[in-house]
Nanobody, 126 residues
Framework: QVQLVESGGGLVQAGGSLRLSCVAS????????MGWFRQAPGKEREFVGW??????????YYADSVKGRFTIARDNAKNTVYLQMNSLKPEDTAVYYC?????????????????WGQGTQVTVSS
């Protein structure tokens, strides 16, 4: 079993930055695909980005809405995945979730991911 715990959310003004962390316990995440998703009030959970494990260091993919502003990074020694969020906008306000796929398939489909964290709230004020 894998347990994921997100942290780092909070209230920030538009244009600001936050870094979310997702710490795993139970298994090493180094070979897992790791995804970030978010869910705004009254909306469905949506894809933000994901990181595929590769022996050369991994590859990342992002939703068009966050491309160029958000960055996913992995620290395998700490069994942690980060989501660096810059140039935040009010429409980025949501609960952010990390997810893990032990098969390293990843992608934007929520169903691909077996393990989920409890989420962390990000609020961007205008």
């Amino acid at each position: 079993q894998v347990q994921l715990v997100e942290s780092g959310g909070g209230l920030v003004q538009a244009g600001g930055s936050l870094r979310l962390s997702c710490v795993a316990s139970g298994r090493t995440l180094s070979t897992y695909a790791m995804g970030w998703f978010r869910q705004a009030p009254g909306k469905e959970r949506e894809f933000v980005g994901w990181s595929r494990f590769t022996w050369s260091g991994g590859t990342t993919y992002y939703a068009d809405s966050v491309k160029g502003r958000f960055t996913i990074a992995r620290d395998n020694a700490k069994n942690t995945v980060y989501l660096q969020m810059n140039s935040l906008k009010p429409e980025d306000t949501a609960v952010y979730y990390c997810a893990a796929d032990h098969l390293n398939n990843g992608g934007s489909d929520l169903a691909t991911y077996r393990y989920w964290g409890q989420g962390t709230q990000v609020t961007v004020s205008s």
